[in-house]
């Protein structure tokens, strides 16, 4: 009864020893017997292809632009490397290769630029893949990344210039026509108008209503204004005679509006300096 117990015993120690064994010379022993079942990438002939990075991050990106970044493929193998081609993912990313420069003799470079639009694209984290398809003896198909924090944008034609032609037609309408209809006053001022006038600092092109260059008018210059528009500028003319959106009820509501504006900012400017007495600071004459 003792010897089996025994051998037993002996036969797990052995084991566990063997384990012991093992796991001790896991870490190295694996290691060199990887790489000795792998050719090691340096030793490859023939042509390789090396990117001077793989991803590239544009951090914040605003929306309604298209920022741009440029890629170096090097050949860096024994042989010529011939770029078959680089797809991007997405439409929304366009990449740029000069096609006379697709075979690289060892040593040379091309660029790849590549362009992602924003335009129209959800705020947050967004990835794109190119894939660079090749000769190369490192991978025929290797993957570039761009990656980009995309946040809502406070311009809503970043980039390109506007033109004021069809302002009032087609997609343009959404933002510069349909919130205002049938309204008046006030609200009508804030959807068809206040889309261009305000804050400098949020790239309006026309001036705050309580600024001087909007308020020094008459009543009788402001309905010219808005009805017939200022030539050669971006201030759109609104009268239905001119194919505008607006009748002549309408651009009356706006210039009541202004009016009653004007009175306020003139009440409230009196009040200032009067209460501001002799210690004058200068600020009576501003236009808040
Ligand atoms: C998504 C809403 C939106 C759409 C759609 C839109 N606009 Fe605008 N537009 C704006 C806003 C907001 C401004 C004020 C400037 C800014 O924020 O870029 C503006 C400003 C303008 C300006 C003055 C630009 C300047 O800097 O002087 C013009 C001209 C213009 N838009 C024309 C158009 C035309 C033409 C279309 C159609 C092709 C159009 N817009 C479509 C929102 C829009
Ligand atoms: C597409 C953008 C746009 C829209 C929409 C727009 N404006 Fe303008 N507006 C401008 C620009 C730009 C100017 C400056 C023109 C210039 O160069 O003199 C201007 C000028 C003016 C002026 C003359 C004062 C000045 O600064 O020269 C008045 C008044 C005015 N706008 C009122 C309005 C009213 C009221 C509305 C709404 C019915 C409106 N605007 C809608 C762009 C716009």
New binding site residues.
């Given amino acids: 009864m003792k010897r089996p117990i025994s051998i037993l015993v002996a036969a797990f120690a052995l084991f566990a020893a063997f384990l012991a064994l093992e796991v001790s010379t896991d870490s190295i022993g694996m290691r060199s017997a990887v790489a000795g079942l792998f050719v090691p990438q340096d030793t490859l002939k023939g042509p390789k292809i090396e990117f001077n990075e793989e991803v590239h991050n544009f951090g914040k990106i605003e929306q309604n632009t298209s920022p741009t970044t440029t890629f170096m493929i090097k050949s860096v193998g024994t042989d010529t490397l011939e770029i078959v081609s680089a797809n991007p993912s997405c439409g929304c990313t366009a990449v740029l290769l000069d096609p006379a420069k697709k075979r690289l003799a060892p040593g040379q470079s091309v660029e790849l630029k590549v362009t992602f639009d924003a335009h129209n694209k959800a705020p947050g984290n967004m990835t794109k893949v190119i894939t660079v398809s090749s000769n190369a003896v490192n991978g025929a198909q290797r993957q570039l990344r761009i990656t980009g924090d995309i946040f809502k944008s406070t311009v809503a034609h970043a980039g390109s210039a506007?033109s004021?032609q069809g302002?009032f037609e087609g997609s343009c309408a959404s933002c510069?026509v349909e919130k205002g209809k049938g309204e008046l006053g006030a609200k009508?001022?804030e959807a068809?108008?206040a889309?261009?006038?305000g804050d400098a600092k949020e790239h309006k092109?026309?001036?705050d209503i309580a600024?001087d260059?909007?308020m020094n008018?008459e009543p009788s210059?402001?309905k010219k204004?808005?009805a017939d528009g200022?030539p050669n500028?971006?201030?759109?003319a609104?009268h239905t005679k001119h194919k505008g959106p607006?009748n002549d009820e309408e651009?009356a509501s706006?210039v009541d509006y202004?009016s009653a504006f004007k009175k306020n900012l003139m009440r409230e400017r009196q009040m200032k300096s009067l209460n501001g007495g002799g210690a004058s600071t200068g600020t009576s004459n501003t236009h808040k």
Avoid: K, Q, R, T
């Fill in positions: 506007m004021i302002v510069h009508l001022y068809d108008c889309v261009c006038h092109p026309g001036a600024s260059a909007m008018y210059e402001w204004i808005i200022v500028s971006n201030m759109p609104f607006l651009i706006l202004m």
